[in-house]
């Protein structure tokens, strides 16, 4: 790619984020509200000047302020949502570059937040994220305190919206490829099935499903969603996991690793079209035995490599809290999390896009000396 489409990523011509409040964004990444939804619908706000704005930027070559996380995954040889989602949506990725006057701006993917509802408290989450974090967020956060454990979509919508699920129109979902659902946890979230059997309600079951989830859970009320899923053509589950057996449970508490294990190979025995991948937020809490967690997942035929023999492992290093990040560890520590990672390159000989991501980590890791002023929170 040219130097003056660098930073060029689709999803602000096809894209829309539907935040927990209502709020909607260019994607889920930057957390600036830029509207409501009681306010405008998603197609409607694909062509607000905020939009508009970020469009001319990438066009220029520059990064948008709300799309630098990208900006910074990548530089450290990370996968970023940019990338992820310019792959998605590759046929449509080349049009701005070649008639960036004649792409139409038109609504084609959506991420839908119903609900923080979440079964789970894992360790570097927060109560606006997750219903079962509410209490300890309010004591650890008390100038930021979350009002209700449950947040669910703006209120006001169901003035504008006979149901949570009729949020978005007939008119684009006929348009839509993709939908991405997550949460809180969506496969605890009613609304989520209803908007499932709405799509195949309209034949809808081409659409391209999106879900990141902790997948703890495959029955709700009187849903399966395996059963659902079964009718539908297409389906990336981006499965969220930060270690294996006890460590994992440790981090994400309520998590029943032998039962994970068990809802997976449910997902492979009958859902073989389905496509895995896990995502692992890199911590205080892992970062030690990284190389282990990530052997693991491969020997244990959790997710499938690709036609290059890559393994669609993902890594974010976590930045807040702040006292959790790695970069806030003593030396020594940094130290022997380094080797460790370098011993297990050069003896497993992982994959290129593990190796590529573990040297990312690393590198991240020893930017900064935060342990002077972080080391005592922790």
């Known amino acids: 790619m040219s130097e003056t489409y660098s930073s060029l990523c689709i999803l602000p011509w096809l894209h829309v984020y ?19 939804l009681s306010e405008t619908t998603p197609s409607e706000f694909l062509h607000h000047p905020s939009m508009h704005s970020i469009r001319r930027q990438m066009l220029k070559g520059q990064w948008p302020e709300q799309c630098l996380p990208c900006k910074k995954s990548e530089e ?21 570059r070649r008639n960036p006057s004649e792409y139409f701006v038109t609504l084609r993917s959506v991420d ?10 894992c360790r570097s989450c927060n109560g606006f994220s997750s219903s079962a974090w509410r209490d300890e967020h309010n004591l650890i956060y008390p100038d930021f305190p979350v009002d209700s454990k449950v947040l669910n979509l703006d209120i006001d919508l169901l003035e504008k919206y006979e149901s949570l699920n009729q949020c978005i129109s ?26 499932l059997e709405r799509l195949i309600q309209m034949g809808r079951t081409d659409i391209i499903l999106s879900y990141t989830t902790n997948l703890s859970r495959l029955n709700y009320k009187h849903w399966n969603v395996l059963e659902l899923w079964q009718q539908f053509e297409n389906e990336n589950l981006h499965l969220s996991l930060d270690g294996v057996g006890e460590k994992g449970e440790y981090i994400r508490q309520g998590l029943d690793w032998e039962r994970w294990l068990a809802n997976v190979q449910k997902v492979r025995q009958l859902l073989t079209h389905v496509r895995r991948d896990i995502h692992f937020v ?14 693991e997942i491969i020997r244990l035929n959790i997710i499938c490599s690709d036609e290059n023999g890559n393994y669609p492992i993902g890594f974010t290093c976590l930045d ?30 992982p994959c290129s896009s593990l190796k590529k991501a573990l040297h990312g980590i690393i590198q991240y890791m ?3 000396e935060r342990c002077a002023d972080l080391g005592a929170s922790f």
Do not use: M
């Not at 539907?18 to 509207?35: D, E, F, T, Y």
């Not at 450290?76 to 701005?96: H, I, M, V, W, Y």
């Not at 890199?282 to 052997?295: P, Q």
């Open 112 to 121: 839908l937040r119903f609900s923080n509802t979440c079964n789970l408290k």
């Open 76 to 96: 450290l040889g990370l996968a970023s949502f940019r990338l992820g989602s310019n792959q998605l949506f590759k046929e449509e990725f080349d049009s701005p």
């Open 366 to 368: 020893g930017r900064e």
């Open 282 to 295: 890199v911590s205080v809490f892992n970062i030690l035995d990284l190389a282990f967690h990530t052997s």
């Open 18 to 36: 539907v935040g927990v409040s209502g709020s909607l964004q260019s994607c889920c990444i930057p957390q600036i509200p830029q509207k409501k």
């Open 170 to 195: 007939d008119s684009d979902l006929s348009g839509l490829k993709e939908i991405s659902f997550a949460g809180g946890e969506p496969l605890l979230i009613e609304a989520q099935y209803k908007f």
């Open 320 to 349: 807040w809290p702040p006292y959790l990040d790695i970069q806030v560890l003593p030396s020594d520590l940094k130290t022997e999390a380094k080797n460790r990672l370098y011993e297990y390159i050069e003896t497993s000989r």
